[in-house]
């Protein structure tokens, strides 16, 4: 059996690596009791990846936090400087340098095994993320957990539900940052397709502007074809919002956004599209530009 990038002591010696060999001049130590029997240079990813695999060996600890996160790929979240472990016995882990121990209730449906290491489910990591994070990061979270497609990874499939999130935030009720992570659920939305996008909606919404919904298909009026699914849109007022990443300004993304805006506008769309540029001072002139595109189209900021 080839030994693991990384071991315990006791998986080494199960698997008849000697402790003379982890000790031994090719050998690296990590942490208390794992090493590698063979030194080697590897990213901070791959090495909390394999330091994870050998602290959760035993059974008794789950990867979790913002571990479990990086494993999962949360957006903006890096490689913590500790192992973020939970007991899933109930015991206190002793403090050991260069690991979190925490305890806590972990039912077996919010566990799981990923590239062979035994990890908090996303929708449990993004609850117990929420003691420590705001609310509007733990909506980002959310929308990217509904649809996990941030970055370009467009066949992933969904990493949790609303449905999901709401069970088991009646499940752990009094769990610490249960009322954030409630406030966030109630937020969140399916589809966003990036962070900009969600970010965008909530700008909108806190300054006091309808709720756009987020990429529903848009349809010819004559033919009842569709013509495009639009990241943000108010249907009812036929407006159509679009955030322009870096990847729009590619030839051939550049050729489709004109005729997708040809489309719209033959089928009384107003289609406004946004950059970074627009997302300055908290998204204030994305703010003026739609409330002004709104109003233009018959909508009233008194709602009469």
Do not use: C
Not at 5 to 14: C, F, G, K, L, Y
Not at 78 to 95: E, H, M, Q, W
Not at 185 to 195: I, L, Y
Request: glycine content about 8%.
């Amino acid at each position: 059996m080839d030994t693991p990038d990384i071991v315990t002591v006791a998986q080494a010696r199960s698997l008849g690596t000697s402790r003379k060999t982890l000790r031994g001049r090719k050998a690296e130590r990590h942490l208390h009791g794992i090493y590698s029997p063979v030194r080697r240079g590897r990213d901070a990813l791959t090495l909390h990846r394999s330091l994870l695999r050998a602290a959760t060996f035993a059974g008794t600890d789950v990867a979790s936090h913002e571990s479990a996160a990086v494993l999962w790929g949360f957006p903006d979240v890096d490689p913590p400087k500790d192992l973020n472990l939970l007991s899933i016995a109930g015991d206190r882990r002793a403090r050991v340098k260069g690991m979190t121990g925490r305890r806590g209730l972990v039912l077996p449906e919010e566990t799981v095994v990923l590239d062979g290491v035994d990890v908090t489910t996303p929708a449990r990591t993004w609850l117990d993320l929420a003691r420590t994070s705001g609310v509007t990061r733990l909506i980002l979270w959310a929308d990217w957990l509904f649809n996990p497609v941030w970055g370009g990874d467009w066949d992933r499939q969904p990493l949790s539900t609303p449905d999901g999130l709401r069970t088991l935030l009646d499940r752990h009720r009094g769990k610490p940052g249960i009322r954030k992570a409630r406030l966030a659920a109630e937020r969140a939305r399916v589809g966003s397709d990036s962070h900009r996008e969600t970010q965008l909606r909530l700008a909108l919404v806190d300054a006091g502007l309808p709720e756009p919904a987020v990429n529903q298909w848009i349809y010819d009026p004559v033919t009842g074809e569709r013509i495009h699914r639009g990241d943000l849109t108010y249907d009812e007022v036929r407006i159509d919002l679009e955030y322009e990443g870096e990847h729009h300004s590619e030839k051939g993304q550049v050729q489709r956004d004109i005729a997708r805006s040809e489309r719209l506008h033959q089928a009384d769309w107003l289609e406004l599209r946004f950059s970074s540029y627009h997302a300055r001072n908290n998204w204030l002139p994305a703010i003026l530009r739609t409330r002004e595109a709104l109003i233009s189209r018959g909508w009233s900021p008194t709602g009469n």
